[in-house]
């Protein structure tokens, strides 16, 4: 027997005991006209079939409203958009997938509807208790969840963003001595430039005083081709990037893909190394062009970033600017003994780049003209390193004024 009505079907299947159920749906993107569910079995008695089709039809209803997409799902959605969008670089999607995993891991299978501000709390103790996930890393995470839920409130989604509700989750405050340790002071550049001069060339050392010079990123450095470097004009064109795939891409940002003057020291240092590097390709049988890589490896290719990492920390010891906390003596597959380094101290590539605007900002150069030059996107970023700068004039003002009212007590 079976009862119907305009939105729902129950069949009995046997007597008072199996029924089964499907709903009525409307048109929609793959159907052109009204059309039935999949069918549902409900072991019970006829009232209980009737309570489970209004739940079915519910299910659907919220199905249809995306009400009932989980945490991860929407996780995974998000990122997908972003992507297709071309709002966010391959880098900053790349970083993301760390935050979002863990969001995956810890809240993945609640319905996105569902969430509230206590079970994200209790996420957030597990993940420092159970994963070893430090302070920033759940500052990283609360971020990028807030992100997200907000874009999923203003689609209708939910009707409130519940990490508004979460309080206590602040970015710690840097350590000041691993601030000073992680930074290049303009005495050290400034020193480090004329040490460059006297080293072997090669398309690492290259990459370094690019770096320096020029503050450019470590991805766009490596990405310099030659059509890319006008010595005539002193300037080069930042188009791409080369990263961790492998690949050339296009720069972070819009505000990334620019033209920078060099000085005639960075022309005079390019050029012999362009005649240096073609000598060396010609050795090897291959002929540099237009589209060489301007920082090389032996094999005369785009030098792989993950090595490039590796020799530089290496480099910045040698020239004391860094150095490893921890020594290990080995003895190889082939019975030689090492020594492997760990426990690395010092700056990282990033802070050649911040020591050039540091450079930039004490020559008294204006924001709008540095934030161009280093191609960032926010004027704030360049206006963090002017307050820096400020902070550290205004100390040697007052050290100064010391000194002159004890000359003047005299």
Not at 194 to 204: N, P, S
């Amino acid at each position: 027997m079976t009862k119907r009505d305009a939105s729902g079907q129950v069949t009995e299947l046997e007597r008072g005991h199996k029924y089964s159920i499907r709903v009525r749906l409307a048109p929609d993107s793959t159907h052109a006209s009204w059309h039935w569910s999949k069918s549902r079995k409900v072991i019970g008695n006829k009232n209980e079939a009737v309570a489970a089709l209004v739940a079915y039809k519910q299910e659907l209803s919220d199905d249809a409203s995306g009400k009932n997409v989980t945490v991860k799902e929407y996780a995974e959605q998000f990122q997908a958009n972003r992507k297709a969008l071309g709002k966010v670089s391959s880098l900053t999607l790349d970083r993301d997938r760390h935050e979002l995993s863990r969001i995956a891991k810890y809240l993945g299978d609640r319905r996105l509807i569902d969430l509230e501000s206590a079970e994200i709390e209790n996420a957030y103790l597990k993940m420092a208790k159970e994963d070893g996930v430090s302070p920033d890393g759940i500052h990283k995470v609360h971020m990028k969840l807030s992100q997200m839920l907000r874009k999923a409130y203003l689609e209708g989604l939910i009707d409130r963003n519940p990490c508004d509700a979460v309080e206590g989750i602040t970015r710690p405050k840097p350590n000041p001595q691993k601030k000073r340790e992680r930074r290049v002071t303009k005495e050290q550049a400034i020193e480090f430039i004329q040490k460059l001069r006297h080293e072997e060339a090669d398309g690492r050392i290259v990459a370094v005083w690019l770096g320096v010079a020029t503050g450019l990123r470590r991805g766009e450095a490596l990405a310099l081709v030659w059509e890319d470097v006008d010595l005539d004009r002193q300037q080069l064109h930042i188009r791409k990037q080369y990263g961790k795939e492998k690949i050339l891409k296009d720069p972070k940002t819009v505000k990334s893909h620019r033209t920078i003057s060099i000085d005639g020291q960075t022309v005079e240092f390019l050029s012999r190394w362009k005649t240096k590097q073609a000598a060396y390709f010609n050795h090897a049988g291959v002929r540099q062009a237009d589209s060489s890589p301007v920082c090389s490896n032996e094999l005369c290719d785009f030098l792989d970033p993950d090595n490039f990492s590796r020799w530089r920390r290496n480099f910045f010891v040698k020239e004391g600017l860094a150095h490893y906390t921890m020594e290990k003596k080995y003895v190889d597959s082939r019975g030689v003994e090492r020594i492997k380094h760990s426990g690395y101290v010092g700056p990282n590539f990033h802070a050649l780049r911040h020591a050039q605007a540091t450079l930039l900002v004490a020559g008294g150069i204006d924001p709008k003209t540095v934030q161009a030059r280093l191609g960032h996107e926010s004027l704030n970023t360049t206006l963090n390193i002017y307050a820096e700068e400020v902070g550290e004039n205004d100390r040697k003002a007052a050290d100064f004024m010391g000194r002159l009212f004890e000359t003047t007590s005299e």
